[in-house]
């Protein structure tokens, strides 16, 4: 093509025609520029491509990560209910007008667990992958900020469960320090422990029973409910991922 280019140009210098070689030159550079154009515009679309691939791939193991995080959440959700539900009972028995030391000391001894499920993860991995390497920005903007703000939320629940969890169990591991449960990993249990119980300040374990099991209840509740909410809004983004799917 180039000899072809150079073979016309050496003809029209011979003919010694400097208006029809001028034209010619423009034409020739209009065409390289025509044609330097066209490869920009064939590698710009190859680049898009490529970009959407990766962006794609992305947006699936994002879908992956939140419908793990639904199953999750479900199982932290309905482990909390159950737990909530058998404190609320205890309370229920504990404020009962038949209620008297017996069933305080009942209940401290041989029922009540100021335990809880550490539990307290999230499937994070893809957002930051998407963070780490910038690939972010091949999503649309209105996707990513939307991921951006669940990302947020996940962190608050993660942070804010983690917190009011630690608080509560630190109440829970004084309070077994002062008064032993009855449990198989004891070092002492049985009727050894009777005279323990029986010099027990009954006053003293009303206020530390009401204080750890009202905390336990509290922090079930809280945390149950920002998890609801995270279950929420994780299978709403779902939802509009499985549409944008469909769009794309």
Not at 22 to 35: D, N, P, T
Not at 160 to 168: D, P, Q, R, T, Y
Not at 233 to 239: A, M, V, Y
């Amino acid at each position: 093509m180039i000899k072809f280019f150079r073979k016309i140009r050496q003809n029209l210098l011979m003919e010694n025609n400097t208006g029809k070689y001028l034209k010619y030159a423009i034409g020739e550079i209009f065409l390289v520029v025509f044609g330097i154009l066209i490869a920009l515009q064939i590698n710009n679309w190859n680049e898009q491509v490529k970009g959407q691939r990766v962006a794609n791939s992305y947006i699936k193991s994002l879908q992956a990560d939140l419908e793990n995080d639904v199953k999750a959440l479900d199982n932290l959700i309905g482990g909390f209910e159950m737990e909530l539900a058998k404190n609320l009972a205890l309370a229920k028995r504990l404020s009962s007008p038949t209620a008297n030391t017996d069933t305080i000391k009942k209940i401290a001894r041989y029922e009540f667990l100021p335990y809880f499920n550490p539990t307290n993860e999230l499937n994070l991995s893809t957002f930051n992958a998407l963070i780490a390497t910038g690939h972010i920005d091949l999503l649309q903007r209105d996707f990513a900020k939307k991921i951006q703000e669940h990302n947020a939320f996940q962190l608050f629940v993660l942070k804010g469960s983690e917190f009011n969890i630690k608080l509560a169990a630190d109440v829970g591991k004084d309070y077994i320090q002062k008064y032993p449960l009855n449990s198989p990993q004891n070092a002492i249990n049985g009727q050894i422990m009777d005279s323990f119980w029986d010099q027990t300040d009954d006053n003293q374990l009303k206020i530390e029973l009401n204080a750890v099991l009202t905390s336990k209840i509290f922090v079930l509740e809280v945390v149950n409910e920002v998890r609801k909410e995270l279950l929420k809004r994780t299978k709403k983004l779902i939802l509009e991922i499985e549409d944008k799917s469909k769009d794309d």
